[in-house]
C-alpha cells in the first residue's frame, strides 16, 4: 500500500482506444512513458517493473465496429480478457499501475484487482468528469469508454459481463470524485443505487481536503482501495489532451492535494491512469502532469 514506505510497482500499458469517440489515446501508455513515468518513481526510491502492453487490436483492423449500442464491444470484451489475467498475475505484493488508454481499459484491471484480492473487498475511487454508467441502452455514442463502472457493477453488454466475471464491484463499493457531466440515465443509476459522489460543485462548497477526507471514509470498509483516474477529471487548462473535455475541472493544486491525501492515508493498491491523448495535446503537456501527480500518488512532497 501506498505511503512513505518503499513499493514495488508493476506497469501494466493497454493502449486501446476502441471504446473512445475519437482516435489517438492508443498512444496513451507511450505518453506516460516518455514523460519518465518509471523513472519518476524509481527516483521516488520504489522498485518499477514494466511489464509492456497487453495485445490491442487497432480499430482499422477491427471487423465489427457497429455492434448496436456499444461499439467494436467483441474486441474490448477480448481486451478485458488479456488485461485482467495480467493484472491477476502480478507479483505478490506490488502495486499494479495501468496505463491507458480510455477507460474501458478499467474493466480489466479492476477485475483483474478483485481476482488478484481472492476475497478481500475491492473499492473504487473513480476520479473523473464523468460517471461511466451509461450501458448500450442508455449511451448516446454507444462509445464503451462512458460504460465501464456500469459494467462493473453488473449491468450491460452481455459479452463484456462475462469477460469481466461475476460483477466485482457492490454500489457501496465506489466513490466519485470531480464529476462534472453525468447524463440523465447516469444520474438516475447513481441515485437509484445509491451510489456516493462528491461533484464539482460539493468541492466549490466544502473543498478537495474535506471531500477527500469523505471519500476515504465512504470506503473505509474495502480491504484494498483502486484509485481509477481519468485525465479529463483536470481543467482542460491543466490537461489539453483528452478526448472528451469538460470546462471546470481539477485545477493543479487540488488534483496534487488529492494525490498526497491519497497517498497520505497508505490504503490505496492499485491505479489505473487514463484517458490521455498525445494527438489532442500540447507537447506531450497532459502526460507530463498525470506523471507528476502519480509522483504526488506514490509520496513525492513539497518537503
Same mark, same amino acid.
Given at each position: 500500500?501506498?505511503?512513505?514506505?518503499?513499493?514495488?510497482v508493476?506497469?501494466?500499458?493497454?493502449?486501446?482506444?476502441?471504446?473512445?469517440?475519437?482516435?489517438?489515446?492508443?498512444?496513451?501508455p507511450?505518453?506516460?512513458?516518455?514523460?519518465?513515468? +518509471?523513472?519518476?518513481l524509481?527516483?521516488?526510491?520504489?522498485?518499477?517493473?514494466?511489464?509492456?502492453?497487453?495485445?490491442?487490436?487497432?480499430?482499422?483492423?477491427?471487423?465489427?465496429?457497429?455492434?448496436?449500442?456499444?461499439?467494436?464491444?467483441?474486441?474490448?470484451?477480448?481486451?478485458?480478457?488479456?488485461?485482467?489475467?495480467?493484472?491477476?498475475?502480478?507479483?505478490?505484493?506490488?502495486?499494479?499501475?495501468?496505463?491507458?488508454?480510455?477507460?474501458?481499459?478499467s474493466?480489466?484491471?479492476i477485475?483483474g484487482?478483485?481476482?488478484?484480492?481472492?476475497?478481500?473487498?475491492?473499492?473504487?475511487?473513480?476520479?473523473?468528469?464523468?460517471?461511466?454508467?451509461?450501458?448500450?441502452?442508455?449511451?448516446?455514442?454507444?462509445?464503451?469508454? +462512458?460504460?465501464?463502472?456500469?459494467?462493473?457493477?453488473?449491468?450491460?453488454?452481455?459479452?463484456?459481463?462475462?469477460?469481466?466475471?461475476?460483477p466485482?464491484?457492490?454500489?457501496?463499493?465506489?466513490?466519485f470524485l470531480?464529476?462534472?457531466?453525468?447524463?440523465?440515465?447516469?444520474?438516475?443509476?447513481?441515485?437509484?443505487?445509491?451510489?456516493?459522489?462528491?461533484?464539482?460543485?460539493?468541492?466549490?462548497?466544502?473543498?478537495?481536503?474535506?471531500?477527500?477526507?469523505?471519500?476515504?471514509?465512504a470506503?473505509?470498509?474495502?480491504?484494498h482501495?483502486?484509485v481509477?483516474?481519468d485525465?479529463?477529471?483536470?481543467?482542460?487548462?491543466?490537461?489539453p489532451?483528452?478526448?472528451?473535455?469538460?470546462?471546470?475541472?481539477? +485545477?493543479?493544486?487540488?488534483?496534487?492535494?488529492?494525490?498526497?491525501l491519497?497517498a497520505?492515508?497508505?490504503?490505496?493498491?492499485?491505479?489505473?491512469?487514463?484517458e490521455?491523448?498525445?494527438?489532442?495535446?500540447?507537447?506531450?503537456?497532459?502526460?507530463?502532469?498525470?506523471?507528476?501527480?502519480?509522483?504526488?500518488?506514490?509520496?513525492?512532497?513539497?518537503?
Amino acid at each position: 500500500m501506498l505511503a512513505s514506505t518503499v513499493a514495488h510497482v508493476q506497469l501494466f500499458g493497454s493502449p486501446m482506444d476502441l471504446g473512445a469517440g475519437r482516435r489517438g489515446v492508443d498512444m496513451g501508455p507511450s505518453a506516460l512513458r516518455l514523460a519518465r513515468l +518509471g523513472p519518476t518513481l524509481v527516483a521516488l526510491g520504489h522498485r518499477v517493473d514494466d511489464l509492456g502492453n497487453v495485445d490491442v487490436p487497432i480499430a482499422e483492423a477491427t471487423t465489427t465496429p457497429d455492434e448496436v449500442g456499444a461499439r467494436f464491444v467483441a474486441s474490448i470484451a477480448d481486451v478485458t480478457r488479456r488485461l485482467a489475467d495480467a493484472v491477476a498475475g502480478a507479483a505478490p505484493g506490488a502495486i499494479p499501475v495501468v496505463l491507458g488508454g480510455d477507460h474501458a481499459v478499467s474493466m480489466g484491471s479492476i477485475a483483474g484487482v478483485v481476482r488478484r484480492a481472492r476475497g478481500d473487498r475491492v473499492g473504487v475511487l473513480w476520479i473523473d468528469a464523468h460517471a461511466d454508467l451509461n450501458t448500450p441502452q442508455t449511451s448516446p455514442s454507444g462509445n464503451v469508454h +462512458g460504460m465501464p463502472l456500469a459494467h462493473l457493477l453488473g449491468h450491460g453488454d452481455p459479452r463484456l459481463l462475462a469477460a469481466i466475471g461475476a460483477p466485482p464491484l457492490h454500489p457501496r463499493d465506489v466513490a466519485f470524485l470531480g464529476l462534472r457531466s453525468v447524463d440523465p440515465a447516469e444520474r438516475a443509476f447513481i441515485h437509484a443505487h445509491g451510489l456516493t459522489a462528491w461533484t464539482m460543485s460539493d468541492l466549490d462548497r466544502i473543498g478537495m481536503a474535506a471531500a477527500t477526507g469523505a471519500a476515504l471514509e465512504a470506503l473505509a470498509h474495502v480491504d484494498h482501495l483502486h484509485v481509477s483516474f481519468d485525465a479529463d477529471a483536470l481543467d482542460p487548462v491543466v490537461a489539453p489532451g483528452v478526448g472528451t473535455p469538460v470546462a471546470g475541472g481539477l +485545477g493543479y493544486r487540488e488534483a496534487h492535494l488529492l494525490m498526497e491525501l491519497l497517498a497520505s492515508s497508505g490504503r490505496v493498491g492499485s491505479v489505473d491512469l487514463v484517458e490521455v491523448n498525445p494527438i489532442l495535446d500540447e507537447r506531450n503537456a497532459s502526460a507530463r502532469v498525470m506523471v507528476e501527480l502519480a509522483a504526488s500518488l506514490f509520496g513525492r512532497t513539497i518537503l
